[in-house]
């Protein structure tokens, strides 16, 4: 396609985002993330046009339809530095925003989780499979967005000068939010998690330095500390190392 022809495409999937059907908006961000991702000849010129609609679908209620516009961004992260430098803290903010709930929600669950064991089987009238089969199917669904999320938000981190656009949200006050995330059951997730943690330490980043105070670094060693001792993967270990 030419450069006309591209546009084109554009303007249709991004009147695809304006669909209720969340079906709809998955469909569009998935063909953004890919159109991004081959016409890397127009990708300074087309990612001032999308992200508005992208840092829209960030927030979208279906998880499904957040993760992919985390996943589009991630291989562009450094053209968001160079062209939008001033809208890089909104979108800084919303991803720290969005793994706060994630958080939270996935502490909600685990309580429920601990709830429903301690119920009769078959009580619902549902069978125990099918309830197996949900869980199962929740938990991919949040782990894939939980992965989005801390993947984009690392790649924009590991950037150089990344610590001028990081707005008004101190490291240290939102750096806690990544704590649960070291014990999710996505090992993708944790070691998302590992990851952007070695940036804001300064390992892929030394522009991204964190003043660590005593307090947060301690709760950073202890919480490590306790995944190196529960961890299976052996490559997240050698990264938490």
């Known amino acids: 396609m030419d450069r006309k022809e591209v546009h084109g495409v554009l303007r249709i999937l991004l009147q695809l985002l304006t669909k209720k059907e969340w079906e709809a908006r998955h469909g569009a961000l998935l063909g953004i993330k890919y159109l991004l991702a081959v016409r890397n000849d ?117 950037l150089p000068d990344s610590e001028k656009h990081l707005g008004q949200q101190p490291l240290v006050e939102v750096i806690p939010r990544l704590w649960p995330f070291l014990g999710h059951n996505s090992t993708s997730v944790r070691k998302a998690t590992l990851q952007t943690l070695f940036t804001l330490t300064g390992g892929a980043n030394d522009s991204c330095r964190v003043e660590w105070t005593v307090p947060l670094l301690q709760e950073a060693m202890r919480h490590i500390f306790e995944r190196c001792l529960l961890e299976p993967s052996q490559s997240i270990l050698e990264l938490a190392e």
């Open 42 to 158: 127009l990708v300074d010129e087309l990612v001032p046009i999308v992200f508005p609609a992208v840092l829209k679908g960030l927030r979208d209620p279906v998880e499904d339809v957040g993760a992919v516009a985390a996943a589009s961004l991630i291989p562009v992260a450094p053209v968001l530095v160079s062209q939008l430098p001033e809208q890089l803290p909104e979108a800084l903010s919303c991803l720290w925003d969005l793994l706060l709930q994630h958080a939270r929600g996935q502490e909600e669950e685990d309580g429920e989780e601990e709830e429903e064991e301690e119920e009769e089987d078959g009580a619902s009238g549902v069978a125990p499979g099918d309830l197996e089969e949900c869980a199962y199917a929740a938990c991919d669904l949040a782990s894939a967005a939980s992965n989005s999320f801390m993947g984009l938000l690392a790649a924009l981190l590991s």
